[in-house]
């Protein structure tokens, strides 16, 4: 175990103690700071999660479904950098930009599964003999 979560829930505690301090002081100043956690938790996110997308496209590429594996992965970013963004629109008090955020995500990912709409509809008519 890195420490790396011990590291960035002692930052967040720390963080969360000056978003009170300056939401009573300055509600600006915190949207600012709230602003800055959220980016560099999703900093600390990519950098736990490299290692694991390097293994994840060493194995894909060396079981031939690299097109697959890189599909998943880019469907896996799109949910997560969705939600994170979502979240922190949320966090601002912003819903209405939250929900245009999660529908433009939504999209994308139905953009994303479309050639494996066609493939499939493919081979449904060929079992068919369409």
Known sequence: MSGLLFKVCGVA???LALL???????SDTAMFVRAIISVSAVAAVIG???PALTFARTQL???G???YGETMLKALGITYLTFICSSVCRDCGEVSVASGVEAVGKAELILLSLPFLKQ??????ELLGA
């Open 13 to 15: 505690i720390v963080s």
């Open 20 to 26: 009170l301090t300056l939401k009573g002081m300055k």
């Open 48 to 50: 736990a999660l490299s």
């Open 61 to 63: 590429d060396a079981s």
């Open 65 to 67: 479904s690299a097109g």
């Open 120 to 125: 499939i509809l493919q081979v449904m008519g």
